[in-house]
């Protein structure tokens, strides 16, 4: 044969399947766009040179590392379909004298041409689409980044090694089936049908128990810690009980509808379940992995939504000041933080840089944990126990409530106690704090009775402590004194030191109030620059802009990746639903034909579809949901570790994502449901 003839017979059986080959292009090169996208912010140079660059890369670096494999397990299984599909084709060339060899040329031009097709198309998208995530990552960072807007020559080369190298593996596998099959086997592997599937009864348990386990988890787990310990146990329990839900379950659901003769025997739900059950085993493992990749597409945006939108809230309530300078002190080693002279070096300072203070307040507080008990009725100091009854225990003066809220500061004498938020359920009004070690009780107790109830404390709430914050406004400084000789003596070495934080408004710019923190951590080093301050363990200057870079570098980075990896999942949802109604419509044209010639009217055939499409359609998405309702606790519990504590917050991004998934994936039946009928009829 002369060697031209190769090339023209893969293009022209490319042509002849364009049906199957232009999506599998399109998610190639989707595919390859997404991943050079995050491979190029890898690798520019720009990055670098910004503040909270070390967010980004590792966002992008996980995120290679995910749609990489994403990527490889969802080519090769549209490969292993159009394989499929093919093997009457590729039967034909063997049985018209085409040796295996001459057929192995066809696929390697093939592979040629997806290659060119595929990934050169993808990296032209990627460059394209690089300049639109710079922009989109700016935006959601809040600020610049000097990133290259040119072709990244390194992540170019990766990205074509990396999907070249699946179209290699893939070609390697085709090569293998054509091997060892024989003509008549190819001719007729398209065609091969399935056989009644039992009712696995034991499986249907497993998947029960093992759905059940990963629900349990995701409702009863409150620590955050713990559940991010339980997080990946649970997805993976529920993923297992989804698969042995769907293979198993779904068999049984379709037997019972069988039995249910007023159901069965209708023209539009015989054909659809006749059919579905006896392609069951196949049919359950691709709506089980459509309810999955559904289920993770939602969590992810949803998830990383929340993290974002919650930075405001969490920015604004820890820096109520533009600076929040923390002085640490330990009475134990005499010393004693004099914050008069503290505001008069910090108000020097700043005019000294050219920057005005517009306000200069103090609060100071102690913070330590203890343990809400129960069965003592007391909060407790060194005593360990649940964690769900733990709670991070916040002293503030009256004059520093005033200061960290903007409220008036409540009226309290030595004694009293104002509650800021609610305390453990059965404490209160009378609230004894009592010093542990080792099981025994050391020191004398210290009684508080709550007179007054204020909102929370916003700069404790949002705190990354993974205790529940609870705050005890207390009349002066001698009152924490007491508390924390108290917690001192059960605690020794790990006893908490008293804290004051300064809070400095400032009439300047972010990038004003940046050189300012650079300036003040140069000078502080310099001998006699806190002179007039007091004595303290540690200094400690926080400023809001830096907070709102790394803030947002985090969540920005999150969210970035998470719709980018939600896209890739969400275009592995649509590609196994078209591939399967595809697939399905071939192997039920023949079926539908005989129908028709025996009195089967084109409005029942599209009657018997919709019955069909909407079974295919509707289990996967509403045990999506399902899943959503469950993971909802575990993932608003994750998120406080992030200091996002709002939960409506985050029912309302889950609400939303939900939402619009919906709304894409009535879209996406409302296609695949029309292409299933123009094969079938």
């Given at each position: 044969?002369?060697?031209?003839?190769?090339?023209?017979?893969?293009?022209?059986?490319?042509?002849?399947?364009?049906?199957?080959?232009?999506?599998?292009?399109?998610?190639?090169?989707?595919?390859?766009?997404?991943?050079?996208?995050?491979?190029?912010?890898?690798?520019?140079?720009?990055?670098?040179?910004?503040?909270?660059?070390?967010?980004?890369?590792?966002?992008?670096?996980?995120?290679?590392?995910?749609?990489?494999?994403?990527?490889?397990?969802?080519?090769?299984?549209?490969?292993?379909?159009?394989?499929?599909?093919?093997?009457?084709?590729?039967?034909?060339?063997?049985?018209?004298?085409?040796?295996?060899?001459?057929?192995?040329?066809?696929?390697?031009?093939?592979?040629?041409?997806?290659?060119?097709?595929?990934?050169?198309?993808?990296?032209?998208?990627?460059?394209?689409?690089?300049?639109?995530?710079?922009?989109?990552?700016?935006?959601?960072?809040?600020?610049?980044?000097?990133?290259?807007?040119?072709?990244?020559?390194?992540?170019?080369?990766?990205?074509?090694l990396f999907f070249g190298g699946l179209l290699v593996l893939?070609?390697?596998?085709?090569?293998?089936?054509?091997?060892?099959?024989?003509?008549?086997?190819?001719?007729?592997?398209?065609?091969?049908?399935?056989?009644?599937?039992?009712?696995?009864?034991?499986?249907?348990?497993?998947?029960?128990?093992?759905?059940?386990?990963?629900?349990?988890?995701?409702?009863?787990?409150?620590?955050?810690?713990?559940?991010?310990?339980?997080?990946?146990?649970?997805?993976?329990?529920?993923?297992?009980?989804?698969?042995?839900?769907?293979?198993?379950?779904?068999?049984?659901?379709?037997?019972?509808?069988?039995?249910?003769?007023?159901?069965?025997?209708?023209?539009?739900?015989?054909?659809?379940?006749?059919?579905?059950?006896?392609?069951?085993?196949?049919?359950?493992?691709?709506?089980?992995?459509?309810?999955?990749?559904?289920?993770?597409?939602?969590?992810?945006?949803?998830?990383?939504?929340?993290?974002?939108?919650?930075?405001?809230?969490?920015?604004?309530?820890?820096?109520?000041?533009?600076?929040?300078?923390?002085?640490?002190?330990?009475?134990?080693?005499?010393?004693?933080?004099?914050?008069?002279?503290?505001?008069?070096?910090?108000?020097?300072?700043?005019?000294?840089?050219?920057?005005?203070?517009?306000?200069?307040?103090?609060?100071?507080?102690?913070?330590?944990?203890?343990?809400?008990?129960?069965?003592?009725?007391?909060?407790?100091?060194?005593?360990?126990?649940?964690?769900?009854?733990?709670?991070?225990?916040?002293?503030?003066?009256?004059?520093?409530?005033?200061?960290?809220?903007?409220?008036?500061?409540?009226?309290?004498?030595?004694?009293?106690?104002?509650?800021?938020?609610?305390?453990?359920?059965?404490?209160?009004?009378?609230?004894?704090?009592?010093?542990?070690?080792?099981?025994?009780?050391?020191?004398?107790?210290?009684?508080?009775?709550?007179?007054?109830?204020?909102?929370?404390?916003?700069?404790?709430?949002?705190?990354?402590?993974?205790?529940?914050?609870?705050?005890?406004?207390?009349?002066?400084?001698?009152?924490?004194?007491?508390?924390?000789?108290?917690?001192?003596?059960?605690?020794?070495?790990?006893?908490?030191?008293?804290?004051?934080?300064?809070?400095?408004?400032?009439?300047?710019?972010?990038?004003?109030?940046?050189?300012?923190?650079?300036?003040?951590?140069?000078?502080?080093?310099?001998?006699?620059?806190?002179?007039?301050?007091?004595?303290?363990?540690?200094?400690?200057?926080?400023?809001?802009?830096?907070?709102?870079?790394?803030?947002?570098?985090?969540?920005?980075?999150?969210?970035?990746?998470?719709?980018?990896?939600?896209?890739?999942?969400?275009?592995?949802?649509?590609?196994?639903?078209?591939?399967?109604?595809?697939?399905?419509?071939?192997?039920?044209?023949?079926?539908?034909?005989?129908?028709?010639?025996?009195?089967?009217?084109?409005?029942?055939?599209?009657?018997?579809?919709?019955?069909?499409?909407?079974?295919?359609?509707?289990?996967p998405i509403a045990v999506a949901a399902i899943h959503i309702?469950?993971?909802?606790?575990?993932?608003?519990?994750?998120?406080?570790?992030?200091?996002?504590?709002?939960?409506?917050?985050?029912?309302?991004?889950?609400?939303?994502?939900?939402?619009?998934?919906?709304?894409?994936?009535?879209?996406?039946?409302?296609?695949?449901?029309?292409?299933?009928?123009?094969?079938?009829?």
């Amino acid at each position: 044969m002369r060697n031209g003839l190769y090339p023209k017979l893969a293009a022209q059986g490319m042509k002849q399947n364009r049906r199957f080959f232009v999506p599998y292009l399109l998610a190639l090169a989707g595919l390859t766009a997404a991943f050079y996208v995050m491979s190029a912010l890898c690798f520019d140079p720009g990055v670098l040179h910004m503040r909270g660059f070390a967010y980004v890369m590792v966002m992008m670096q996980i995120g290679m590392f995910v749609a990489g494999i994403l990527s490889t397990v969802l080519l090769l299984y549209i490969n292993s379909f159009l394989m499929k599909q093919r093997k009457k084709e590729l039967g034909l060339y063997n049985i018209l004298g085409m040796g295996k060899g001459n057929i192995a040329l066809i696929q390697c031009w093939e592979s040629l041409y997806t290659a060119v097709l595929g990934i050169g198309g993808g990296l032209v998208l990627g460059v394209v689409f690089h300049k639109l995530a710079t922009v989109v990552l700016v935006a959601l960072l809040q600020f610049s980044i000097p990133f290259s807007s040119s072709l990244s020559l390194p992540a170019a080369v990766t990205t074509a090694l990396f999907f070249g190298g699946l179209l290699v593996l893939a070609l390697f596998l085709n090569l293998i089936r054509v091997r060892v099959s024989n003509p008549i086997e190819l001719l007729h592997g398209g065609n091969v049908g399935e056989k009644e599937p039992r009712t696995r009864w034991l499986l249907a348990v497993i998947g029960a128990v093992s759905m059940g386990a990963g629900y349990f988890i995701a409702v009863v787990t409150k620590d955050p810690a713990v559940a991010l310990g339980l997080y990946f146990i649970a997805v993976i329990l529920v993923i297992i009980g989804t698969y042995c839900l769907f293979t198993a379950g779904s068999i049984a659901l379709l037997k019972m509808l069988r039995k249910n003769k007023g159901f069965y025997y209708q023209t539009g739900h015989f054909i659809g379940v006749s059919g579905m059950l006896y392609r069951m085993k196949r049919n359950a493992v691709g709506l089980a992995n459509i309810c999955i990749l559904s289920t993770m597409v939602m969590v992810m945006i949803s998830g990383t939504l929340a993290l974002y939108l919650g930075q405001g809230e969490i920015i604004a309530a820890q820096y109520p000041a533009n600076l929040n300078m923390t002085v640490s002190f330990d009475p134990a080693q005499g010393q004693d933080v004099d914050l008069e002279g503290a505001k008069s070096l910090v108000d020097r300072f700043a005019r000294e840089q050219g920057v005005p203070v517009t306000g200069l307040d103090a609060a100071e507080y102690l913070h330590f944990n203890v343990l809400a008990n129960p069965a003592t009725g007391r909060l407790e100091v060194g005593t360990q126990g649940d964690n769900n009854s733990r709670r991070a225990l916040y002293f503030l003066t009256a004059q520093g409530y005033a200061a960290l809220t903007g409220d008036e500061a409540p009226s309290l004498q030595p004694g009293e106690t104002a509650v800021c938020g609610t305390l453990p359920a059965g404490f209160g009004p009378e609230l004894t704090i009592q010093g542990v070690d080792s099981g025994k009780e050391v020191g004398a107790p210290q009684s508080l009775t709550a007179v007054q109830t204020l909102p929370e404390v916003e700069y404790f709430r949002t705190t990354f402590d993974m205790n529940e914050p609870l705050c005890l406004v207390v009349s002066g400084r001698d009152v924490l004194a007491q508390l924390w000789a108290l917690q001192s003596e059960a605690l020794d070495n790990y006893a908490a030191d008293l804290t004051a934080v300064l809070l400095v408004d400032l009439d300047c710019t972010n990038d004003q109030e940046l050189a300012l923190v650079d300036a003040w951590s140069d000078s502080s080093i310099s001998e006699g620059f806190f002179e007039g301050t007091g004595t303290w363990e540690y200094w400690r200057v926080d400023s809001r802009a830096e907070m709102a870079v790394d803030g947002y570098s985090m969540a920005g980075g999150f969210l970035f990746l998470g719709v980018i990896l939600g896209i890739i999942f969400l275009m592995a949802t649509v590609l196994i639903i078209y591939y399967k109604q595809v697939s399905e419509g071939y192997e039920d044209q023949g079926r539908f034909e005989i129908m028709r010639k025996v009195g089967l009217s084109q409005r029942e055939v599209k009657s018997s579809i919709r019955s069909q499409v909407l079974i295919v359609f509707c289990l996967p998405i509403a045990v999506a949901a399902i899943h959503i309702l469950f993971d909802f606790n575990l993932v608003a519990r994750m998120l406080t570790m992030f200091g996002v504590r709002n939960v409506m917050t985050v029912v309302l991004c889950t609400a939303g994502t939900l939402l619009a998934f919906l709304a894409v994936y009535a879209v996406v039946y409302s296609l695949t449901a029309r292409t299933y009928y123009k094969i079938v009829r």
